[in-house]
T-cell receptor, first 115, second 112 residues
Framework: DGGITQSPKYLFRKEGQNVTLSCEQN?????MYWYRQDPGQGLRLIYY???????QKGDIAEGYSVSREKKESFPLTVTSAQKNPTAFYLC??????????????FGSGTQLSVL | QQQVKQSPQSLIVQKGGISIINCAYE??????FPWYQQFPGKGPALLIA?????SEKKEGRFTISFNKSAKQFSLHIMDSQPGDSATYFC???????????FGKGTKLSVKP
Protein backbone atom coordinates (compact mmCIF):
# COMPACT_ATOMS: atom_id res chain seq x y z
CA ASP A 1 0.00 0.00 0.00
CA GLY A 2 1.29 3.45 -0.89
CA GLY A 3 1.19 6.08 1.78
CA ILE A 4 2.88 7.96 4.56
CA THR A 5 4.04 6.21 7.69
CA GLN A 6 4.63 8.13 10.88
CA SER A 7 6.21 6.57 13.93
CA PRO A 8 5.86 6.24 16.78
CA LYS A 9 2.15 6.85 17.25
CA TYR A 10 2.75 8.04 20.84
CA LEU A 11 5.95 9.57 22.19
CA PHE A 12 6.91 10.93 25.57
CA ARG A 13 9.65 13.47 26.14
CA LYS A 14 11.51 14.14 29.33
CA GLU A 15 12.68 17.59 30.33
CA GLY A 16 15.76 18.66 28.35
CA GLN A 17 15.53 15.76 25.94
CA ASN A 18 15.57 15.84 22.16
CA VAL A 19 13.19 13.45 20.42
CA THR A 20 12.88 12.52 16.75
CA LEU A 21 9.64 11.79 14.92
CA SER A 22 9.87 9.60 11.86
CA CYS A 23 8.08 10.19 8.56
CA GLU A 24 8.49 7.87 5.57
CA GLN A 25 6.59 7.96 2.27
CA ASN A 26 6.54 5.47 -0.60
CA UNK A 27 4.52 7.68 -2.94
CA UNK A 28 7.61 9.03 -4.71
CA UNK A 29 6.42 12.53 -3.85
CA UNK A 30 8.76 15.49 -4.20
CA UNK A 31 7.55 17.68 -1.35
CA MET A 32 7.16 16.87 2.33
CA TYR A 33 5.78 18.89 5.24
CA TRP A 34 5.55 18.87 9.01
CA TYR A 35 2.54 20.39 10.78
CA ARG A 36 1.74 20.84 14.42
CA GLN A 37 -1.88 20.50 15.56
CA ASP A 38 -3.10 21.85 18.88
CA PRO A 39 -6.77 21.63 19.95
CA GLY A 40 -8.73 24.48 18.40
CA GLN A 41 -5.66 25.88 16.62
CA GLY A 42 -5.78 24.24 13.24
CA LEU A 43 -2.62 23.05 11.50
CA ARG A 44 0.50 25.18 11.71
CA LEU A 45 3.46 24.62 9.42
CA ILE A 46 6.78 23.79 11.08
CA TYR A 47 9.12 22.93 8.20
CA TYR A 48 8.81 21.89 4.59
CA UNK A 49 11.02 20.45 1.90
CA UNK A 50 10.40 20.71 -1.84
CA UNK A 51 13.44 18.65 -2.90
CA UNK A 52 16.08 16.42 -1.36
CA UNK A 53 18.79 18.20 0.66
CA UNK A 54 16.74 21.39 0.84
CA UNK A 55 14.20 22.57 3.40
CA GLN A 56 12.64 25.82 4.61
CA LYS A 57 11.23 27.08 7.88
CA GLY A 58 7.51 27.36 8.26
CA ASP A 59 5.57 29.60 10.61
CA ILE A 60 6.64 27.94 13.88
CA ALA A 61 10.12 26.48 13.26
CA GLU A 62 11.73 27.58 16.53
CA GLY A 63 12.74 24.60 18.66
CA TYR A 64 12.53 22.14 15.77
CA SER A 65 14.98 20.78 13.22
CA VAL A 66 14.64 18.57 10.13
CA SER A 67 16.72 16.81 7.50
CA ARG A 68 15.92 15.57 3.98
CA GLU A 69 18.75 13.26 2.98
CA LYS A 70 16.47 10.88 1.09
CA LYS A 71 13.37 11.60 -0.99
CA GLU A 72 11.24 9.21 1.02
CA SER A 73 12.25 10.37 4.52
CA PHE A 74 11.73 13.64 6.42
CA PRO A 75 12.41 13.21 10.15
CA LEU A 76 11.53 15.96 12.63
CA THR A 77 13.55 16.54 15.80
CA VAL A 78 11.86 18.32 18.67
CA THR A 79 14.70 19.89 20.60
CA SER A 80 14.90 20.87 24.26
CA ALA A 81 14.54 24.49 23.08
CA GLN A 82 10.88 23.80 22.28
CA LYS A 83 9.31 24.64 25.63
CA ASN A 84 5.78 23.56 24.82
CA PRO A 85 6.12 20.46 22.66
CA THR A 86 2.91 18.67 23.63
CA ALA A 87 0.89 18.42 20.42
CA PHE A 88 -0.23 16.15 17.60
CA TYR A 89 2.37 16.19 14.82
CA LEU A 90 1.39 15.51 11.23
CA CYS A 91 3.63 14.73 8.30
CA UNK A 92 2.36 15.30 4.76
CA UNK A 93 3.59 14.92 1.21
CA UNK A 94 2.72 16.38 -2.16
CA UNK A 95 3.43 14.92 -5.58
CA UNK A 96 5.08 17.88 -7.30
CA UNK A 97 7.34 20.50 -5.78
CA UNK A 98 6.30 24.16 -5.93
CA UNK A 99 2.81 23.22 -7.04
CA UNK A 100 -0.54 24.87 -6.52
CA UNK A 101 -3.81 22.95 -6.25
CA UNK A 102 -2.10 19.70 -5.43
CA UNK A 103 -3.50 17.40 -2.83
CA UNK A 104 -1.65 16.94 0.45
CA UNK A 105 -1.41 13.36 1.69
CA PHE A 106 -1.17 13.11 5.47
CA GLY A 107 0.19 10.44 7.76
CA SER A 108 -1.73 9.28 10.84
CA GLY A 109 0.23 11.51 13.18
CA THR A 110 2.38 11.26 16.30
CA GLN A 111 1.07 12.43 19.67
CA LEU A 112 3.95 13.90 21.65
CA SER A 113 3.56 14.46 25.37
CA VAL A 114 5.89 15.79 28.04
CA LEU A 115 6.59 13.65 31.10
CA GLN B 1 -2.67 37.39 12.23
CA GLN B 2 -5.18 34.79 11.19
CA GLN B 3 -5.30 34.67 7.41
CA VAL B 4 -8.19 32.22 7.12
CA LYS B 5 -11.03 32.60 9.61
CA GLN B 6 -13.29 29.59 10.04
CA SER B 7 -16.63 29.36 11.82
CA PRO B 8 -18.28 27.90 13.76
CA GLN B 9 -15.80 26.17 16.03
CA SER B 10 -18.28 23.35 16.62
CA LEU B 11 -21.54 22.30 15.02
CA ILE B 12 -24.26 19.82 15.94
CA VAL B 13 -26.65 18.71 13.22
CA GLN B 14 -29.41 16.12 13.13
CA LYS B 15 -29.13 13.21 10.72
CA GLY B 16 -30.48 14.23 7.33
CA GLY B 17 -29.89 17.92 7.96
CA ILE B 18 -27.58 20.37 6.20
CA SER B 19 -24.22 21.21 7.74
CA ILE B 20 -22.72 24.58 6.79
CA ILE B 21 -19.19 25.70 7.64
CA ASN B 22 -17.91 29.11 6.65
CA CYS B 23 -14.47 30.55 5.95
CA ALA B 24 -13.28 34.06 5.19
CA TYR B 25 -9.96 35.38 3.95
CA GLU B 26 -8.25 38.71 3.28
CA UNK B 27 -5.40 37.88 0.90
CA UNK B 28 -6.59 38.27 -2.69
CA UNK B 29 -3.51 36.36 -3.90
CA UNK B 30 -5.01 33.10 -2.64
CA UNK B 31 -5.80 30.93 -5.65
CA UNK B 32 -6.81 27.51 -4.36
CA PHE B 33 -9.26 26.66 -1.59
CA PRO B 34 -9.43 23.05 -0.36
CA TRP B 35 -11.40 21.49 2.45
CA TYR B 36 -9.91 18.68 4.52
CA GLN B 37 -11.75 16.16 6.72
CA GLN B 38 -10.12 14.66 9.80
CA PHE B 39 -11.35 11.78 11.94
CA PRO B 40 -10.06 11.41 15.53
CA GLY B 41 -6.53 10.06 15.72
CA LYS B 42 -6.04 10.28 11.96
CA GLY B 43 -4.47 12.70 9.55
CA PRO B 44 -6.66 15.02 7.47
CA ALA B 45 -7.74 13.93 3.99
CA LEU B 46 -8.73 16.13 1.06
CA LEU B 47 -12.50 16.30 0.71
CA ILE B 48 -13.13 18.83 -2.05
CA ALA B 49 -11.42 21.91 -3.47
CA UNK B 50 -12.22 24.95 -5.61
CA UNK B 51 -10.40 27.64 -7.54
CA UNK B 52 -11.62 31.28 -7.47
CA UNK B 53 -12.79 31.32 -11.08
CA UNK B 54 -15.68 29.01 -10.12
CA SER B 55 -18.57 29.96 -7.82
CA GLU B 56 -19.65 26.46 -6.86
CA LYS B 57 -18.34 22.92 -6.92
CA LYS B 58 -20.33 19.84 -6.00
CA GLU B 59 -19.12 16.31 -5.30
CA GLY B 60 -21.84 14.01 -4.07
CA ARG B 61 -23.31 15.42 -0.85
CA PHE B 62 -20.51 17.97 -0.49
CA THR B 63 -20.64 21.43 -2.09
CA ILE B 64 -18.28 24.39 -1.92
CA SER B 65 -19.82 27.81 -2.49
CA PHE B 66 -17.32 30.55 -3.32
CA ASN B 67 -17.96 34.31 -3.19
CA LYS B 68 -14.90 36.07 -4.58
CA SER B 69 -16.15 39.62 -3.99
CA ALA B 70 -16.93 38.89 -0.34
CA LYS B 71 -13.76 36.80 0.06
CA GLN B 72 -15.74 34.00 1.61
CA PHE B 73 -16.26 30.33 0.90
CA SER B 74 -18.32 27.68 2.58
CA LEU B 75 -18.79 23.92 2.76
CA HIS B 76 -22.30 22.50 2.63
CA ILE B 77 -22.94 18.88 3.58
CA MET B 78 -26.35 17.77 2.42
CA ASP B 79 -28.23 14.90 4.08
CA SER B 80 -25.65 14.82 6.89
CA GLN B 81 -24.89 11.36 8.30
CA PRO B 82 -23.36 10.22 11.61
CA GLY B 83 -20.35 9.03 9.58
CA ASP B 84 -19.71 12.66 8.60
CA SER B 85 -18.88 13.45 12.24
CA ALA B 86 -15.32 14.75 12.04
CA THR B 87 -13.29 17.93 12.14
CA TYR B 88 -13.30 19.98 8.95
CA PHE B 89 -10.58 22.41 7.95
CA CYS B 90 -10.77 25.00 5.23
CA UNK B 91 -7.50 26.16 3.71
CA UNK B 92 -6.11 28.60 1.18
CA UNK B 93 -3.01 28.51 -1.01
CA UNK B 94 -1.05 31.50 -2.26
CA UNK B 95 0.50 31.02 -5.67
CA UNK B 96 3.37 28.75 -6.60
CA UNK B 97 5.68 29.88 -3.81
CA UNK B 98 3.21 29.86 -0.98
CA UNK B 99 2.00 27.10 1.29
CA UNK B 100 -1.42 26.03 2.47
CA UNK B 101 -2.82 28.13 5.30
CA PHE B 102 -5.43 26.33 7.37
CA GLY B 103 -8.41 27.59 9.30
CA LYS B 104 -8.74 26.53 12.93
CA GLY B 105 -11.23 23.78 12.19
CA THR B 106 -14.87 22.96 12.87
CA LYS B 107 -15.86 19.91 14.86
CA LEU B 108 -19.05 18.49 13.35
CA SER B 109 -21.26 16.08 15.24
CA VAL B 110 -24.19 14.52 13.39
CA LYS B 111 -26.76 13.10 15.80
CA PRO B 112 -28.77 10.00 14.76
Amino acid sequence: DGGITQSPKYLFRKEGQNVTLSCEQNLNHDAMYWYRQDPGQGLRLIYYSQIVNDFQKGDIAEGYSVSREKKESFPLTVTSAQKNPTAFYLCASQDKAYSTNEKLFFGSGTQLSVL
Amino acid sequence: QQQVKQSPQSLIVQKGGISIINCAYENTAFDYFPWYQQFPGKGPALLIAIRPDVSEKKEGRFTISFNKSAKQFSLHIMDSQPGDSATYFCAAHEGSQGNLIFGKGTKLSVKP
